[in-house]
């Protein structure tokens, strides 16, 4: 199979990574960019390859799958119009500005048969990547996304911005139906919410409560993960996670990093162990979720994170912003 021509629309910060990744992306090639910014576009395409598109028509004509960073509020239109010429899309978070813009995306793209995968980056963090060989059935989740204020970003509530990729890797991780969402936040420096709570409980018994702010002194992205016999510690920062699990002590497949202690009331005893599961070595997460879209246009498989998931995502944010306003 020949390689496939890619397009990056839009060409701010996300969009020049996006350049710069799918540039030495395996089985494609940069075919064009495009920026309502010539001069920003002409830079990109001398450093990365490609030609600038004259415009999204242009773009389409000579492209097979096409890569859009631009603000959300134009996701919709953008690509709406690639679908409906069969072309795929990676779409970054959130999916579209409204879940209305959606759901009739998700079916326009499963009417044409057209591959969408958005980006929520932090499910290919290496730390949740590192989870993989691991049960993962959550009975309770705390997680903390905080950080410095940021001009960029505050056109939208801080739940949009930030807390959209704890719910949809929350989401992922409990399998199981929203049954009700407890939330609230305020707005500090912006017009929006810039710290938000929020408390879900699931139809399985799960419950996640999710904080989120851009006005924090200092970073943190943790999610601490309880269920039956295990406690999971997840650092997005530093691409960590912790496990620390009862196992039989009989059980040969288990390689703990330390023996912390052994449980011998009732019946039968249990060994207490610390886990740090291997990451992938110079793992990019950026770079993985893109390769992963290439693969995915070539192959005609369904991407990890598609339309329906990330609409899912935007449901359960859209209606977190709804409680707090």
Do not use: W
């Not at 939208?156 to 969402?181: C, G, P, Q, R």
């Not at 498989?301 to 339309?307: A, C, E, Q, S, Y």
Request: net charge negative; charged share 25%.
């Amino acid at each position: 199979m020949s390689d496939i021509k890619l397009g990056v629309i839009g060409l701010g910060h996300l969009g020049s990574l996006h350049a710069k990744m799918l540039s030495s992306a395996e089985g494609a090639v940069l075919e064009a960019v495009y920026d309502i910014d010539t001069k920003t576009a002409e830079r990109i395409a001398g450093e990365y390859g490609g030609r600038v598109a004259a415009d999204l028509e242009d773009m389409l004509d000579s492209v097979d799958a096409l890569s859009i960073a631009t603000p959300t509020s134009t996701h919709f239109d953008i690509a709406a119009e690639a679908i409906r010429r069969g072309t795929p899309v990676f779409l970054e978070k959130p999916i579209t500005e409204t879940v209305e813009q959606a759901r009739q995306l998700n079916e326009l793209s499963e009417e044409h048969g057209v591959i969408v995968q958005v980006g929520h980056i932090e499910r290919f963090n290496p730390a949740i990547v590192a989870l993989d060989a691991y049960d993962i059935a959550p009975l309770f989740v705390e997680s903390h996304r905080l950080s410095q204020f940021n001009p960029r970003g505050t056109d939208v509530a801080v739940v949009l911005d930030l807390m959209i990729h704890d719910i949809d890797i929350i989401l992922a991780l409990v399998k199981s139906d929203v049954e009700s969402i407890d939330a609230s936040g305020i707005a500090v420096v912006s017009e929006s919410a810039d710290i938000a709570n929020a408390r879900i409980k699931f139809t399985n018994g799960c419950v996640a409560n999710i904080t989120a702010s851009r006005i924090s002194q200092n970073k943190m992205r943790k999610m601490r993960m309880f269920q039956k016999n295990a406690y999971i510690s997840i650092d997005f920062l530093q691409g960590l996670a912790e496990v620390f699990r009862l196992v039989d002590p009989d059980d040969k497949d288990v390689s703990p990093t330390f023996m912390l202690g052994q449980i011998d009331k009732g019946t039968v005893k249990r060994n207490i162990v610390y886990e740090q599961p291997p990451v992938p070595k110079d793992h990019n997460p950026l770079k993985h979720e893109l390769q992963l879209f290439v693969n995915a246009v070539r192959e005609g498989t369904r991407p990890i994170v598609d339309g329906r998931a990330a609409q899912q995502a935007l449901e359960v944010a859209e209606e977190i912003v709804r409680l707090i306003s």
